[in-house]
């Protein structure tokens, strides 16, 4: 994947993202959409602080990130590339599945977890994307996330 550079103007504001996903405090696991290219392929940010009220203790009692939070957060990504198409207006993003997913390193507070996103496919409201996931340019996690779309209920 290509080097992301924090581009202001293709990205998003919280404010913005909060259109096009339910999630809410605490679940909501973006702080930023750096980058969104509307046709397959989005960057956003997660800043890990200490008061996270998911964090967990590893074997060696420091606080880490939990990993499938790590996935759920390349999805909300994901989702946002997605569902910010004026096409989905009105629509929600349902995961699916992983494939060939492998976490590299843990997450600790302090630590932002810079996601990129890029569609692989998407024909009938189903549809796969490549996410890689980094600390400090640092592999963190990455591997293919499945998705459905359908409509908002």
Same mark, same amino acid.
């Given at each position: 994947?290509?080097?992301?550079?924090?581009?202001?103007?293709?990205?998003?504001?919280?404010?913005?993202?909060?259109?096009?996903?339910?999630?809410?405090?605490?679940?909501?696991?973006?702080?930023?959409?750096?980058?969104?290219?509307?046709?397959?392929?989005?960057?956003?940010?997660?800043?890990?602080?200490? *008061?996270?009220?998911?964090?967990?203790?590893?074997?060696?009692?420091?606080?880490?990130?939990?990993?499938?939070?790590?996935?759920?957060?390349?999805?909300?990504?994901?989702?946002?590339?997605?569902?910010?198409?004026?096409?989905?207006?009105?629509?929600?993003?349902?995961?699916?599945?992983?494939?060939?997913?492998?976490?590299?390193?843990?997450?600790?507070?302090?630590?932002?977890?810079?996601?990129?996103?890029?569609?692989?496919?998407?024909? *009938? *409201?189903?549809?796969?994307?490549?996410?890689?996931?980094?600390?400090?340019?640092?592999?963190?996690?990455?591997?293919?996330?499945?998705?459905?779309?359908?409509?908002?209920?």
């Amino acid at each position: 994947m290509e080097e992301i550079k924090n581009d202001i103007e293709s990205g998003m504001m919280i404010s913005e993202i909060l259109k096009y996903l339910p999630h809410r405090h605490p679940f909501l696991l973006i702080d930023r959409i750096i980058k969104i290219d509307k046709t397959n392929s989005a960057a956003g940010y997660k800043n890990i602080s200490n *008061n996270e009220p998911y964090l967990k203790r590893n074997s060696a009692q420091k606080l880490i990130f939990p990993e499938t939070l790590i996935i759920e957060s390349m999805s909300q990504i994901g989702a946002v590339a997605i569902l910010s198409r004026p096409i989905y207006k009105g629509k929600i993003m349902l995961f699916a599945g992983i494939d060939e997913f492998k976490i590299y390193r843990q997450v600790f507070p302090g630590d932002s977890l810079v996601t990129q996103v890029q569609q692989v496919y998407l024909k *009938n *409201n189903l549809g796969k994307m490549k996410a890689v996931s980094k600390v400090q340019e640092e592999l963190a996690a990455e591997g293919f996330l499945s998705f459905a779309i359908a409509d908002s209920v």
